[in-house]
């Protein structure tokens, strides 16, 4: 494992050229599988190179779902009323830094995603599922996966569900995407190489990426003549020393979401050609305490027992919001008729007490602290208002029936998953971009790229497969079409 | 993808040895890791290579339980009375066609084990887990993750609980179990090689194996003899011509629990040297339905209204029982007093009726079967009685509170997951047999291995990586100790 950025080869250096293509895909997960597609479509010759002996990536590990809206086929049928313009304030107003012209094309763009991964075979059910969940736990098309109904955002874009998911039961969605996809690719003249690692860019003297240096375990190093070259090989989750570098949260106490090959070196690659990899810190980490959806009644504080989040925000955003309390500890606190059972999935229970008092001895918090966030807490619920942190009035149940019940939240007691969001600077094409402009001929897309996603605070589910798939298929599209002539 | 044999080499075919080791081991999950380290603990020269540009293999993706019994400290220092006997008439029990003697080993060696993963750094908290779940919640030491108190288990072995999990937060065990190890291993004199694939095996003129054939990324091919090798190299969840040969219930619908390296080239290079893969049919489905756990008061019906399992069985069990059903089909039912929430995370909620005669009709059972499945049920619930099926009396509960709710366990429609079991056909420390004994210097644990596991009815969390270690570092210890001289 490293940081080492491989050397940028030049055509000078190279021996003899073996294979060549239009364009070459480097990774066939969603993005990749995208680009490759997308460049087929215009007629151009591709050869799709992934390192593992088959295709899936990361996208097989997860739920398969899809952030899509503006009016989106399934949100019709389902009677929801999106609006672009919608979609739009709220990615702005969820995201740090947001790349306004890649948000704006990403939701006007997005209705037509969605029918265009229909043409490839990909299903989704016109249906919705309106419970609090991580993922669908069927085969429905659409449910809220984000921080669209959680103040502020509620007040500054119109909120609606955008979860699309793939047809396939409860989190084996990603799995099925590929499978699909992957067909798909075998029914065009796509030619895969698997067990294809590559090791070098190779540029021409203009700095013009004209192939790359792989190693095939079928017969060792090669020279790949290029077109182009899409850079799809996933983010940096199992690279250790990358992890310690840009984003040590995610050094342990969570389960990596990811495989082996998100070692960084799609980005790595990049760094090569001159390429500046951003928002490398983000990292999306969580541990959901819901479902049941009624833990959201709950009140969540701090180790000095005072709150700090909206409960009712997206568990990533929750999570996110734990992580950066001192100790990144914090508690769930409910009462007796909130509780729906002392086991859930993913944050354990920790003990129930008659007393708040006991509660806080127990916890550690400062005597007094706890009870006085329950008592103002208890008395804005009881009006329906939460003043400090607006929690949705579904959820504002004053928690007045004791016994009371804590289930900790705390890094190193809840489960957390976790993968790194940060990756190249891109163009709305996919150009790999310097400080100066394009690199000619290298483009990057899906998690070795920075699109739309740069934090836990703003992460949204689907956000990853759907800028993958919809930047990596812009991408595939404008490297066939840069293909120089000759 | 293939189900290619690869060619065993004959040390006669090799140009240039490169480097050397007494011990080779192929694979750095957890079977490689024990391996590797028993190998080492011995004074031998050990080599590591792994595919991949990081350690974990699919260890990394699970919990990180770890089936062991007999008396283990954790056992002991929770009041847990186990036995080695009793843990023995209980795995010959649920096992189709047992290996006395590795499982006598198994059980006989389980304590003695535990402490020698303890030594190793490997925290488990003296603490059980009393409830009902797929892994402990928290970092709790101990949990039922078998059959063990299923009829007609209970009446066959005194039943303990025995699933012992990392002390790491619910299901990041397996994560936590390879930073450990991992780190444990650099400490060590164990040189290690990533992004390294075995390609041949190669076997001298006796058919001693003498070495590996390998690609590294770094160097492209090489030469590196050995003493003898140990695979340790995985499943073959992601071979999709091998599940279509061998396991064909994998070929869709489910989520793979693996890694690329879950390509069945470690069971292919055994056969390379006569090797033998046997319950090559075998593998793990399971889609759990609980918790909460008050879900086990329900019935599990299939399309024609009748039951089939005992619903308090090991999710593993239920779910292989579902899979054995006409169509796959199966549905849980519920009624208004036992149902917890209308959403679980793996089964779909799919409604709620009145009466049972519009349930029927909705689920498409023949009129009648159901209702009369349910009186025969509740009438012997009601006397704390299960003649059919011998449900554990702590979960029968006449379910006649309508209205009546139903989720969907069939395949399609719950969240399945999927890993398999068949692999090489070793002898209890390890050695590759062919029908003609032991392929001399060839050792084989884990995933490519057959030892404990063999199916989903019997299997029990915890297996896997239980006989993964144990047998793995067996396998290495041997593999040191055989090393011929010069």
Request: net charge negative; hydrophobic share 40%.
């Amino acid at each position: 494992m490293a940081t080492d950025i491989p050397d940028l080869m030049s055509t000078t250096d190279v021996p003899e050229w073996g294979d060549a293509a239009d364009v070459i895909v480097v990774g066939f997960g969603v993005a990749g599988a995208c680009a490759a597609i997308a460049a087929a479509e215009t007629g151009a010759d591709v050869l799709l190179v992934e390192r593992a002996t088959a295709s899936g990536g990361t996208t097989a590990l997860c739920a398969g779902q899809i952030y899509l809206g503006g009016g989106t086929p399934v949100q019709e049928a389902t009677g929801i009323i999106d609006d672009v313009a919608e979609m739009i304030r709220y990615i702005e107003a969820v995201t740090p830094e947001p790349d306004s012209e890649k948000i704006r094309l990403y939701c006007e763009g997005s209705v037509a995603h969605f029918s265009w991964l229909e043409s490839l075979g990909v299903p989704f059910e016109r249906s919705f599922y309106a419970g609090k969940a991580v993922y669908q736990p069927g085969t429905e098309g659409l449910m809220w996966t984000g921080n669209e109904l959680t103040w502020p955002f509620r007040e500054q874009a119109k909120p609606a569900p955008r979860g699309h998911k793939v047809a396939a039961p409860g989190e084996t969605g990603g799995a099925e995407l590929m499978r699909i996809l992957t067909k798909h690719i075998e029914s065009l003249p796509i030619r895969v190489q698997y067990e294809t690692t590559v090791r070098n860019l190779v540029a021409d003297e203009d700095g013009h990426v004209a192939g790359v240096h792989v190693r095939r375990l079928s017969d060792g190093p090669a020279f790949l003549r290029a077109g182009s070259v899409v850079l799809a090989a996933g983010g940096f989750v199992v690279n250790t020393e990358m992890i310690a570098a840009y984003t040590p949260r995610l050094a342990s106490g969570f389960m990596p979401l990811g495989t082996p090959g998100d070692d960084g070196l799609g980005i790595r690659l990049g760094q090569s050609a001159g390429g500046v990899p951003i928002h490398m810190e983000g990292a999306f980490m969580t541990a959901a305490f819901y479902p049941p959806p009624q833990m959201l009644n709950g009140i969540i504080v701090n180790e000095a027992g005072h709150r700090f989040v909206a409960e009712d925000s997206y568990h990533g955003r929750t999570a996110g919001a734990v992580l950066a309390q001192p100790n990144a500890r914090a508690y769930l606190i409910l009462d007796a008729e909130t509780t729906a059972w002392p086991e859930i999935p993913l944050a354990p229970f920790i003990d129930g007490w008659e007393s708040i008092d006991e509660m806080e001895l127990a916890l550690g918090i400062p005597p007094g602290n706890l009870a006085t966030t329950l008592d103002d807490y208890n008395a804005s619920a009881a009006k329906g208002d939460d003043p400090d942190f607006h929690k949705h009035p579904d959820w504002l149940k004053p928690l007045d029936a004791g016994p009371w019940a804590a289930f900790d939240l705390s890094l190193g007691k809840a489960s957390y998953v976790g993968f790194t969001l940060g990756g190249l600077r891109t163009s709305p094409d996919g150009e790999v971009l310097t400080a100066g402009g394009p690199v000619p001929g290298l483009y990057a897309a899906g998690a070795c790229a920075s699109n739309i996603a740069q934090d836990c605070s703003g992460y949204a589910s689907g956000t990853c497969v759907g800028e993958g798939s919809f930047f990596g298929r812009r991408a595939g599209r404008h490297a066939a079409a840069s293909v120089r002539v000759g």
